[in-house]
Nanobody, 119 residues
Framework: QVQLIESGGGLVQAGGSLTLSCSAS?????MAWFRQGPGQERALVAG????????YYSTGAKGRFTISRANAENTVFLQMNSLKTEDTGIYLC???????????????WGQGTQVTVSS
C-alpha cells in the first residue's frame, strides 16, 4: 500500500511563507498538490514530473509558489511565498506511477495538511 506523508502546514500571516513536503513510500512519476478551501472542491495548485522535471502551476500559484522534487527520497516540496488569505485550506498531496494529463485521476492521496493564512 502506497503512503503519502505530508508535513509543513500551519498558521501564517498574509505575505508570509510556508514550505510543504510530501514523501511517497514508493517511486511515483507525477506528484501534485491540491487545495481544498472551506466549502470548496479540491483544486490543483501545482504538479511535477519525476521523469523529466516538468512542472505545472495554477494561475493563482504562478509567480508565488515553487514545486520541486528530491528524486532519491520520492519527495516533493511546495514553497509558498507571498501567501494570501485565499490560499487558506487543506493541502493534499497526490501521486500516480505513470505520466498523464495534470488534471487526470491521481491514484494515491495523502491525508492533507492545514494551511491557514490570517489577514
Amino acid at each position: 500500500q502506497v503512503q503519502l506523508i505530508e508535513s509543513g502546514g500551519g498558521l501564517v500571516q498574509a505575505g508570509g511563507s510556508l514550505t510543504l513536503s510530501c514523501s511517497a513510500s514508493a517511486h511515483m512519476n507525477d506528484m501534485a498538490w491540491f487545495r481544498q478551501g472551506p466549502g470548496q472542491e479540491r483544486a490543483l495548485v501545482a504538479g511535477i514530473r519525476f521523469n523529466n522535471g516538468n512542472t505545472y502551476y495554477s494561475t493563482g500559484a504562478k509567480g508565488r509558489f515553487t514545486i520541486s522534487r528530491a528524486n532519491a527520497e520520492n519527495t516533493v516540496f511546495l514553497q509558498m511565498n507571498s501567501l494570501k488569505t485565499e490560499d487558506t485550506g487543506i493541502y493534499l498531496c497526490a501521486a500516480r506511477r505513470t505520466q498523464s494529463n495534470w488534471y487526470s485521476k491521481y491514484d494515491y492521496w495523502g491525508q492533507g495538511t492545514q494551511v491557514t493564512v490570517s489577514s
